[in-house]
C-alpha cells in the first residue's frame, strides 16, 4: 500500500512545486486548477500564473435586466476565437478566461486587442446590423494580488442584447462542431429557404446558432482561409435543439485574388484595406457583412496600408461581396456610380478560380463631427443633431438615419452647403421619435455639381443612441 500512496504524494508535490515555477503547455494539469500555464516573454520555460479574465453581464438593452444563459467568446484581430465559451449567470454575469503571453515572472499579462461575440435564446446575435463589437486591451487588467486573477472589467465587457420580435421567440438552436486545425476557427453560415444565420466557431471548433425559423431544411457551410469545406444538411423542427451537426474538410483551398487599389483625390495616402464578405450576409443598406477569419488584405493585424495591387491568398469556394475601404481609416470607395471602379464586387470562386480580378477607386471620406465620429456609439439627449465638417467640391448633401436592423428611418435629400458657426454642416434629426436606449446610425453623402455623389462617411462611425 505504501509503495502506491508514496508516488502519487509525490506527483501532488511535483504539481504543486510546477505551480509556482515551470509547466507544460501542452499538460493543463501541470498547474493546479486555479492557474495556468503559459509563455514568458524572452524566456524558453512556460510557468504558471493565476488567469487573466474577462467579466462583465449580459443584459436587455431596452430594459436593463439581467439575460441569462448568454453564450460569449473572445476574437483576436484576425476574426478567430480565442477562448471557448462562457455562460452567463442568473444575473447575467460572466467570466470569460484569456489566454495570453505573460511579461514578466509576476504574470502581468502581455496586452492584445479582442472583441466580444455573444448570443442568447430570444435575442438577436452581437454583433449584428449596425452594430459592431469594440476592440478590448487585456494591457489594462489588473491583479488585487499575487495568487487573484487578473481581470478586465468594463462598460466593453457589458453586452446589451436585442430581443427578437414577439413572433421570433422560442425558435430552436442549431450547434455543431467544425473540423479545423489546431489555433484556426472557422465562419459557419446557415442558409435556406431565404433566411441566412451565422456564428464562429470557439477554439475548440464548437458552434452555436440562436433563434432559427423551423423551416424544414437549411444547409451550413464553414469558411476559413486556407480550406474548402462540405455543407452538412440541417433540418430545424418547432420545438426541437437540433445538435450535432458536423461540417468537415472537404480539402485544402489554394485560390487566390488578386486586384488593385486607386486613391484619387482626396483619399488617405497611407491605403487602405480589402475584406471578402459572404454573399448571402451581406446587408446592401448597411454596406456590411460576415468576414471569414483571415480574408483579408493586408493580412490581418496589419493597419491599412494597400495603395495599389493587392491579393488574399487561401481563398475557400463560394460567393463573395468584396469590400474596399471597409475600416475606419480616413477612406471610402468612391460611390460615383457613372464611373469605373466604383461598383460594389460580387466575386465566385469555384474549384479554386476567382470569376474577376476587382478594381477599386477610393477616395477620402466626409468627416464627421458627431454623434459618433469616434469607434464607439455616442448617447445624445433630445433631437440629434447631425455635424460633418464640408466636403471639398461638395454643393449638396443627402442624410439618412437607420435603426439597428438597418432599415431607413429618415432620411433629408437636399441639404445646401450652409455651414454653422463652427463652420460644419449641422442638421437636426425631424424624424418619427427614435426608441431610447436603441443603437442608431447616421450617413451622410457628399455631392457634386452634376449631381454625383462624390464621397460619403465611413461605413462603421456615425453610431448614437438617444438617451
Known amino acids: 500500500m505504501l509503495k502506491r500512496i508514496v508516488p502519487a504524494l509525490l506527483a501532488l508535490l511535483g504539481t504543486a512545486c510546477g505551480d509556482d515555477n515551470e509547466c507544460k503547455l501542452d499538460d493543463p494539469k501541470s498547474c493546479s486548477e486555479e492557474r495556468v500555464c503559459e509563455r514568458v516573454s524572452g524566456q524558453e520555460q512556460a510557468r504558471c500564473f493565476a488567469p487573466l479574465q474577462l467579466q462583465g453581464k449580459v443584459f436587455d438593452l431596452s430594459s436593463g435586466a439581467a439575460v441569462a444563459n448568454a453564450e460569449l467568446t473572445a476574437l483576436d484581430i484576425n476574426g478567430a476565437p480565442v477562448t471557448g465559451v462562457a455562460v452567463s449567470g442568473a444575473d447575467g454575469r460572466y467570466s470569460l478566461r484569456i489566454p495570453t503571453e505573460r511579461s514578466d515572472d509576476k504574470g502581468t499579462p502581455v496586452g492584445a486587442r479582442l472583441t466580444l461575440r455573444a448570443g442568447a435564446q430570444d435575442y438577436q446575435p452581437f454583433p449584428a446590423g449596425l452594430r459592431v463589437a469594440l476592440p478590448i486591451d487585456t494591457a489594462a487588467a489588473a491583479s488585487a494580488g499575487e495568487e487573484e486573477p487578473w481581470v478586465f472589467s468594463s462598460a466593453q465587457t457589458d453586452v446589451g442584447l436585442i430581443a427578437v420580435e414577439d413572433g421570433a421567440r422560442g425558435r430552436p438552436a442549431v450547434s455543431g462542431t467544425v473540423e479545423v486545425a489546431q489555433g484556426q476557427s472557422a ?63 472537404a480539402g485544402a483551398s489554394s485560390a487566390t485574388l488578386s486586384g488593385d487599389i486607386n486613391l484619387v483625390a482626396g483619399a488617405n495616402g497611407a491605403g487602405t484595406s480589402v475584406v471578402m464578405v459572404v454573399e448571402s450576409t451581406f446587408n446592401e443598406a448597411l454596406v456590411r457583412g460576415e468576414v471569414p477569419p483571415g480574408l483579408r488584405a493586408p493580412e ?144 451622410a453623402t457628399a455631392k457634386g455639381q452634376a449631381g454625383n455623389p462624390i464621397s460619403v462617411t465611413e461605413e462603421l462611425r456615425g453610431l448614437f443612441t438617444v438617451k
Open 187 to 249: 465562419l459557419v453560415v446557415i442558409e435556406g429557404n431565404g433566411r441566412v444565420y451565422s456564428a464562429v466557431a470557439d477554439t475548440s471548433g464548437q458552434w452555436k446558432v440562436f433563434n432559427v425559423e423551423p423551416d424544414g431544411g437549411y444547409q451550413a457551410q464553414a469558411y476559413v482561409k486556407g480550406a474548402n469545406y462540405t455543407p452538412a444538411d440541417v433540418t430545424v423542427q418547432a420545438g426541437v435543439q437540433k445538435t450535432g451537426v458536423a461540417i468537415r474538410k
Open 300 to 443: 490581418p493585424g496589419i493597419a491599412p496600408n494597400i495603395t495599389g495591387a493587392f491579393s488574399i491568398t487561401g481563398v475557400p469556394d463560394g460567393k463573395y461581396v468584396v469590400l474596399a475601404a471597409f475600416e475606419n481609416d480616413g477612406n471610402v470607395r468612391d460611390p460615383d456610380p457613372n464611373i469605373s471602379g466604383t461598383q460594389i464586387a460580387r466575386i465566385t470562386v469555384a474549384n479554386g478560380t476567382p470569376s474577376a480580378s476587382p478594381s477599386f477607386k477610393v477616395t477620402g471620406a466626409i468627416q464627421m463631427v458627431g454623434p459618433g465620429a469616434g469607434e464607439s456609439s455616442e448617447e445624445v439627449v433630445g433631437t440629434p443633431k447631425f455635424t460633418w465638417k464640408p466636403y471639398s467640391s461638395a454643393k449638396l448633401y443627402e442624410l439618412r438615419v437607420f435603426d439597428v436592423q438597418g432599415n431607413k428611418v429618415w432620411e433629408n435629400t437636399s441639404i445646401s452647403d450652409v455651414k454653422n458657426a463652427e463652420g460644419n454642416i449641422e442638421v437636426s434629426y425631424a424624424g418619427s421619435a427614435l426608441t431610447p436606449g436603441v443603437i442608431h446610425q447616421w450617413r
